[in-house]
């Protein structure tokens, strides 16, 4: 089991009224991509807490749209933000994937 590191405090359980959350696990993912760009996949999904495969998903998807880039190096990727890039719905996108980072990591 791999340890965690001192910045990726485990979550706390989900709050009274639900486990619903006000970002969706695209924003999840794409928060941790740019936080820390050399994570591996597997990482990524236990800290969003969703499966693997639904990470994998996630990250095809956010490529698609052209917020992310994967760069091989050797064995492992490098995932790429691209800051600049709208947001994709209609109450904000006139915002930005930087407005968001800032938001959640602060500066």
Not at 8 to 16: D, F, G, K, N, V
Not at 40 to 49: G, I, K, N, Y
Request: hydrophobic residues 40%.
């Amino acid at each position: 089991m791999a340890e965690k590191k001192a910045d990726s405090p485990a979550a706390p359980a989900p709050a009274e009224g639900g486990s619903w959350t006000f970002l969706s696990n695209h924003s999840h993912v794409l928060l941790v991509l740019a936080a820390e760009p050399d994570v591996r996949l597997r990482d990524v999904a236990q800290r969003v807490r969703i499966t693997e495969r639904a990470v994998q998903k996630i990250v095809a998807e956010l490529e698609a749209a052209g917020v992310v880039t994967r760069h091989r190096d050797g064995r492992r990727n490098r995932y790429e933000v691209h800051p600049d890039k709208p947001l994709r719905h209609p109450v904000e996108w006139h915002r930005t994937v930087a407005d968001l980072i800032r938001m959640v990591h602060g500066g």
